[in-house]
């Protein structure tokens, strides 16, 4: 059975320049969350989709966004990308819907974006 | 606003040790707790979860202890291989979010 896949592997990108991570799910899997793990802050939340629909979002700025399509892939935009925003974005799926779920997160491998 | 601490924040220790990794919680109102291993430039991998109605749960050489009423949980990892070597991370689910430590970086030396 194939993991959660995340693309690309890295991006780099200029300030104030747009940038779009994917994520596909574990087949079955409905929710998917993204988090973000930034030099020296940690591992935070930032979104949580559950069919096609944002349940949750972290402590983030309204130019991070995103969305779930059909088939339950996810995407993170970043608008306007400033030089904190470098950081390895992971991308986690669940078969139950919600943190608060017994089911736990399978994480991607991430994807690295960097901002010059 | 839960926080969540994890101690010590580097260990180094030679093969054959059984260790402890501490992970502490402000909130004590959690709805469960996961210990994942993060490896270089990779995602998480879910170790351990335990249910805020568990005491404790075993993998192979690790187990996991929670104590909900302190705030606290152990990571216990028993005869460490080199393979151990990793960054360990504690999360909690508490008001519908997860919240994670900032890890423990583990060192096992042949």
Sequence with gaps: EAGVTQSPTHLIKTRGQQ?????????????????????????????????????????FPPRFSGRQFPNYSSELNVNALELEDSALYLCASSLEAGLLS????????????TVL | KQEVTQIPAALSVPEGENLVLNCSFTDSAIYNLQWF???????????????????????????????????????????????????????VVSGSR????EGTQLTVNP
Excluded: M
């Design chain 2, 37 to 91: 291993r993060q490896d270089p430039g990779k995602g998480l991998t879910s170790l351990l979860l335990i249910q805020s109605s568990q005491r404790e749960q075993t993998s192979g050489r690790l187990n996991a202890s929670l104590d909900k009423s302190s705030g606290r949980s152990t990571l216990y990892i028993a005869a460490s291989q080199p393979g151990d070597s990793a960054t360990y991370l504690c999360a």
């Design chain 2, 98 to 101: 997860l919240t994670f430590g």
């Design chain 1, 19 to 59: 940038a779009t991570l994917r994520c596909s799910p574990i087949s079955g899997h409905t929710s998917v969350y993204w988090y973000q793990q930034a030099l020296g802050l940690g591992l935070q939340f930032l979104l949580w989709y559950d069919e096609g629909e944002e349940r949750n979002r972290g402590n």
């Design chain 1, 102 to 113: 017994t089911d736990t997160q399978y994480f991607g491998p991430g994807t690295r974006l």
